[in-house]
């Protein structure tokens, strides 16, 4: 058995699920976002031989982690769906132990390609400035003026890069080097980064763990299938 978690409306996930399933990743069980904030019993189990997790899905599906192989996240937060039930002042306190519940009962989850942690469901979701000094540590050039902000010519391009490899377009050898670089430096094994190709450079625009995955196509797809095998 193998898991995607993904958003509630996501034309890509579902792009994903298709391909990976066609690759032979069966059974293939999508647990939307919807899962997550209500509907769904857990029995999460921590001994000293570790811990498990049994999810019971609203339409009757049981995910046992253990026998769970792999997976892919697409999500970086998941909210709590009832937190309206309770009063202003316990809506925050609600929505912070939803949310460490959901990271520890994920992380029981073995083979997921991005494990969840405290910053996020799919790997570490970075502000945008802790991104960009990121960058800057592997050797990226960030983009420091509005995109519109002249007349050069400006493409934004997004690379996928899973562990080693390169996914979509492929970008001059030393902004690949910089793109495995951060990579590397995020702590996650599957990374989408945003660039901006100008006429004399390219740039780094942003990266998160999450987000279309279609730019990297079949080829990406036969990795993730490999790499989850």
């Avoid at 049994?54 to 995910?63: A, E, N």
């Avoid at 991005?114 to 050039?141: D, I, M, V």
């Avoid at 995020?186 to 989408?192: A, D, F, N, T, V």
């Avoid at 190709?197 to 079949?218: C, H, I, K, V």
């Amino acid at each position: 058995m193998w898991l995607l978690l993904k958003r509630n409306s996501d034309p890509a996930a579902t792009w994903l699920a298709e391909g990976l399933s066609a690759c032979g990743l069966n059974p293939l069980v999508i647990i939307n976002e919807s899962a997550l904030s209500g509907g769904t019993v857990w029995t999460q189990r921590i001994g000293a031989n570790g811990a498990t997790v049994v999810m019971r899905l609203s339409d009757g599906t049981i995910v046992d982690s253990t026998r769970v192989r792999g997976g892919i996240c697409l999500l970086g937060w998941a909210g709590a769906a009832p937190v309206g039930d309770f009063v202003q002042e316990d809506r925050s306190y609600v929505q912070a132990e939803h949310w460490a519940f959901l990271v520890s009962a994920l992380y029981c989850v073995p083979g997921l390609i991005n494990p969840p942690g405290p910053l996020g469901l799919a790997g570490p979701e970075f502000g945008l400035r802790e991104w960009q000094c990121r960058a800057a540590k592997a050797g990226f050039q960030l983009r420091t003026k509005p995109v519109s902000s002249n007349k050069e010519t400006c493409l934004r391009q997004r690379v996928i890069v899973l562990d080693t490899e390169i996914f979509g377009v492929q970008p001059p050898s030393r902004i690949a080097k910089a793109c495995l670089s951060l990579r590397a430096i995020s702590g996650c094994r599957l990374l989408g980064i945003e660039l901006l190709q100008t006429d004399a450079r390219w740039e780094f625009l942003s990266a998160s763990p999450t987000g279309d995955l279609r730019p990297g196509g079949e080829p990406l797809i036969e990795a993730l299938t490999k790499a989850l095998k």
